[in-house]
């Protein structure tokens, strides 16, 4: 079982990574990242075979008031389990937080084995 999924390398070095988590449900895995002030179409969300990619880009000229942050390029990449169902995977942008759901196909998914005898 190991871990939940497991970090890729990264081979853009100009780039910073968002703070992320994942988490591991009956039915899905779940991927958190933190990315106040953009919007949808600021981030980009990418499945290449078994690689989950969140990238995007924060100017200077977009953070306004904001607090100091990073800005330039941003990329948060893992490698997804084997059950992972590439096909049906969603995301959502709430408050500064990325929410990516990657379903589970049935075959990973945790069932009760019956016991006979």
Known sequence: MGRLFEQGVES???AWRPV?????????????????????E?????????ELCVSGEINEEDKGQMLRRRTGRFVYRTILPSDADTEHIGGEL???ILIVRVP?????????IEIKG
């Open 94 to 96: 709430a408050d500064g």
């Open 12 to 14: 853009d070095t100009a």
């Open 42 to 50: 600021d981030i980009n969300v990418e499945v290449n075979d078994s």
């Open 20 to 40: 992320a988590e994942t988490e591991e449900t009956p039915d899905a895995y779940i991927v958190r990242a933190e990315l106040p002030g953009l919007k949808r």
């Open 104 to 112: 589970k196909t049935e075959k990973g998914r945790a069932r009760r």
